[in-house]
Nanobody, 112 residues
Framework: QVQLVESGGGLVQAGGSLRLSCAAS????????MGWYRQAPGKQRELVAE???????NYADSVQGRFTISRDNAKNTMYLQMNSLKPEDTAVYYC??????WGQGTQVTVSS
């Protein structure tokens, strides 16, 4: 029933910033947890950041202090602000809501 659409990916130089958006077709308030995952070539999909409907957040150690996840329940949109990007951040980034809803993914490429 719920569809998720990511946007904001692209190419950026190391040290630059991007903001990813995840727009939901329905209200997101009913989902306790939403998150951003990423998958680099040859690696498993990993959790980057998650946020509850109450605003509690958790981050992967690799992005702590550089990325910020936020959630606007009124706009049914989740964001990932990515600062101080590194080449190691290059991956396809996916929006997730609950265990079963996924976006199509958006490519983030960081050049050195």
């Amino acid at each position: 029933q719920v569809q998720l659409v990511e946007s904001g990916g692209g190419l950026v130089q190391a040290g630059g910033s991007l903001r990813l958006s995840c727009a939901a077709s329905g209200i997101i308030f009913r989902f306790n947890a939403m998150g951003w995952y990423r998958q680099a070539p040859g690696k498993q999909r990993e959790l980057v950041a998650e946020i509850t409907k109450g605003g509690r957040t958790n981050y992967a150690d690799s992005v702590q202090g550089r990325f910020t996840i936020s959630r606007d329940n009124a706009k049914n949109t989740m964001y990932l602000q990515m600062n101080s990007l590194k080449p190691e951040d290059t991956a396809v980034y996916y929006c997730n809501a609950g265990p079963q809803f996924w976006g199509q993914g958006t490519q983030v490429t960081v050049s050195s």
